[in-house]
């Protein structure tokens, strides 16, 4: 016993010996580079992935009869209608570029958007569209159909919207027009250029 006791205690030695002569031996040779001799990442050379657009129409307010304008935007394309619709709101919220009035307050969040089976938008957004929304029947009229409109006029499968506020059903945007039921897009208060 006191023999493999020894020759364990050799061996363990030797091993002891191999690696600090191993890690002494390698511990000189690291040197600080100089920022020429750092390599550079490679360079793609190949042109960035486009990503396919499409044309849809967004309704906002004509002051002079609070009727709904069609303006034509690029969309990023995808095959999900729920991604679709938040592109559509958010170019609702960046508002119209033609000079148009806005239907949504620039400061307004889309919090959350989902589509069920049988094709009803729930469309969430924060409270600054009801804090900062300007009164009036005709400005809730128009917010309310301008977001309903520009989503059922592009996206097939969304049939009626139903707008939320911080995930809550609201009364009212401003103490006129009834938030409790999902709406059916009406086209006849857009503008027939």
Do not use: C, W
């Amino acid at each position: 016993m006191d023999r493999t006791k020894a020759i364990l205690f050799f061996v363990l030695v030797f091993l002891l010996v191999v690696l600090a002569f191993i890690f002494f031996k390698n511990s000189g040779s690291e040197r600080i580079k100089k920022p020429g001799e750092i390599p550079q990442p490679a360079v793609s050379t190949q042109a960035p992935i486009e990503k396919s657009t499409r044309k849809v129409t967004l309704f906002f307010l004509r002051e002079e009869d609070s009727r709904l304008v069609p303006e034509e935007r690029n969309i990023v394309s995808d095959p999900s209608t729920v991604r679709e619709a938040e592109e559509v709101i958010a170019e609702l919220i960046r508002g119209s570029q033609t000079g148009l009035v806005s239907s949504l307050p620039a400061e307004t969040k889309l919090v959350q958007l989902f589509i069920t089976k049988e094709g009803v938008a729930y469309v969430d957004f924060s409270k600054d569209l009801v804090d900062k929304h300007p009164s009036g029947s005709a400005a809730e009229i128009s917010t309310v159909y301008s977001i309903v409109n520009s989503l059922a006029y592009n996206l097939k499968p969304i049939k009626k919207v139903f707008i939320l506020i911080e995930g809550e059903e609201r009364e009212t945007l401003g103490g006129h027009i009834s938030l409790d039921h999902p709406f059916l897009p009406d086209y006849s208060l857009i503008v027939k250029e």
